[in-house]
């Protein structure tokens, strides 16, 4: 199996069982606010949908997605309400169908393809390994949301690795991307796998790492929990002053969650 079979079955398998989920939904839940900015259940959904559109859209045709781009940014119009507008209010049971047929069609093409692909994109390029891997740390994170809203268990798997690896990644972008100078090297991580493995990366250090859940690091790196609401152990400043800023995912410097405010 190669890095992108594994990559898009997992990515496969976390959109399937957010479907599940969904299918157990009132229909009243889909106008349900989340704490995640607020957004409905049926905004969450639609904005998993628009990045599943972008993504194929890019693989299909370069040019189609970098005109796609120019409409939405030329839009004036905040992403929620450029997709609201755009799906043509689309909601409940056939906003979830219509993401899912998508979603499909998304893996089974990513499936498919060389693993050297690269993607048009808003900024580089990127290579469809990346990408696929984007969009299972998107669709995990979003999920978040709805669970939390729902008070539903969110049963967790060693899939999150990939996401894991991508927050380990992104230590040093996280500060450039705010115009910041890190503040020392990266810290080592060891972190406890749903499975009871241990992971671990970087140099170890006794004054600089972190230590503790791989889903609540997770959870810290996609801004899906503050890291005052987390059990993680913290050691010296650059694992300090990271995980207050921590953010995995491209675009503009986003601020995490409030304390307290993204807790089920």
Known sequence: MTDLTRIVADLRAEGNEL??????????DWSRA????????NDVV????????????????GQAFKRFMAEVQGSGLTLAEFTRQWLNQLSGKAMLERWRGFFLEMCDLFAASDPKLRLTWAGPDMGIQMFATARLMETWAHSWAIYDLLGTEYQQSDRIKHIATIGVKTYQWTFVNRGLTPPGPPPHIRLLAPS???WQWNTEQSDNHISGDAVEFCQVVTQVRNIADTTLKLAGEPAKQWMAIAQCFAGPA??????GLRVP
């Open 19 to 28: 479907y599940q989920l969904l299918l157990t939904l009132d229909p009243a």
């Open 34 to 41: 989340t704490t995640f900015k607020s957004w409905t259940v």
């Open 46 to 61: 639609a904005h998993l949908y628009f990045g599943d559109y972008l993504g194929v859209t890019s693989h299909k045709d």
């Open 196 to 198: 009871g493995e241990i």
């Open 254 to 259: 986003e601020a995490p969650p409030e304390p």
